[in-house]
């Protein structure tokens, strides 16, 4: 009995880790969509209104704001989706002894 609960609760852990992966692409889905939108709304914006040209435009600090922002947010979910172990995993960790150790045999 206790087996099938550590199945089951393997099962449940690894779905909700996939549903926060699947949450996290779709949210940089929506971050690079609707980022373009802003950025394209405001460069035409700025050309038109302010008589900028495209180059000026492009480098005004409101076209890259949101971008900046939000992708601080993102950042974050990032790290709460992958964990910040994800460069230095455990995993990551054993696999480098292993190649030293196995350098050292050579």
């Known amino acids: 009995m206790k087996e099938d609960y550590t199945e089951e609760h393997k099962y449940i852990l690894a779905k909700k880790k996939v549903e926060k992966i ?30 900028l040209s495209f180059s000026k435009a492009i480098s005004n600090f409101g076209v890259y704001a949101t971008w900046l922002f939000w992708g601080i947010g993102l950042f974050f979910h990032w790290l709460g989706t992958f964990g910040t172990n994800i460069f230095f995993s455990k995993d990551w960790e054993q696999r480098k002894i292993q190649q030293y150790i196995d350098e050292t045999k050579k």
Not at 32 to 45: A, E
Request: net charge neutral; glycine share 10%; aromatic share 16%.
């Open 22 to 51: 699947k949450g996290f692409y779709w949210h940089l889905v929506a971050y690079i969509g609707v980022n373009i939108f802003i950025s394209t709304v405001i460069v035409l914006g700025l050309m038109s209104d302010d008589k």
